[in-house]
């Protein structure tokens, strides 16, 4: 099966910091998510993103398909940034089941 | 539409009890996904239907675990025997199935096997 993997597995950034998490899979993808899991255990639907560039606010993502990454840019970091990253694929691109890195940790503090 | 709902948010139970979850999918969606998250990892594929057909099973979800998915609303995860192992964050998911929308979480349901 397909393989997720995501670096680096832990980030610590001061605020106001700018990082980017990638996210590298080992086969072709028809659908690509990030999401962001709060400390208390939500996921959060930040892009869906199989190819091209998508913006929202302070958070970016790019997708590569062809090279098989995907990129997440966060701009001027807050603590509430703090969490776990992940990315999340669906190579049969029906809709069907996601397959998740490992995740990226991110620790913001002030 | 309040999103996708997972109801218990936590259960406590004795190795060997049956336990039962529940979750409510956003309401036009036709896909629904449940995932076991375990700490410090990512999120597990289980099951998924569309409406009422349940289209795939992973090869963890054991004897022990059945889902229904009754008139392709809401959906039950079941875990019979249960046992120390079974401890995780169960997740439960919903997707319009085409659109480009991706997939909504709900809260989950932490279940602690004692």
């Known amino acids: 099966g397909i393989q997720v993997e995501q670096s680096p597995p832990d980030l610590i950034l001061q605020e106001g910091a700018n990082s980017t998490l990638r996210c590298n899979f080992s086969?072709?993808?028809?659908?690509l998510q990030w999401f962001h899991q709060n400390p208390w255990g939500q996921l959060i639907n930040l892009f869906y993103i199989p190819s091209g560039t998508k913006q929202n606010g302070r958070l970016s993502a790019t997708t590569v398909a062809t090279e098989r990454y995907s990129l997440l840019y966060i701009s001027s970091s807050q603590t509430t940034d703090s969490g776990v990253y992940f990315c999340a694929v669906d190579e049969s691109g029906g809709y069907n089941k996601l397959i998740f890195g490992a995740g990226t940790r991110l620790a913001v503090h002030p | 539409d309040t999103g996708v709902s997972q109801d218990p948010r936590h259960k406590i139970t004795k190795r060997g009890q049956n336990v039962t979850f529940r979750c409510d999918p956003i309401s036009e969606h036709n896909r629904l996904y449940w995932y076991r998250q375990t700490l410090g990892q990512g999120p597990e594929f289980l099951t998924y239907?569309?409406?009422?057909?349940?289209?795939?099973k992973s090869r963890l979800l054991s004897d022990r675990f059945s889902a229904e998915r009754p008139k392709g609303s809401f959906s039950t995860l079941e875990i019979q025997r249960t046992e120390q192992g079974d401890s995780a964050m169960y997740l439960c998911?919903?997707?319009?199935?085409?659109?480009?929308?991706?997939?909504?979480f709900g809260s989950g349901t932490r279940l602690t096997v004692v």
């Open positions: 086969d072709s993808v028809n659908n």
């Open positions: 239907f569309q409406n009422e057909a349940q289209l795939e």
């Open positions: 998911a919903s997707s319009p199935g085409t659109g480009g929308y991706g997939y909504t």
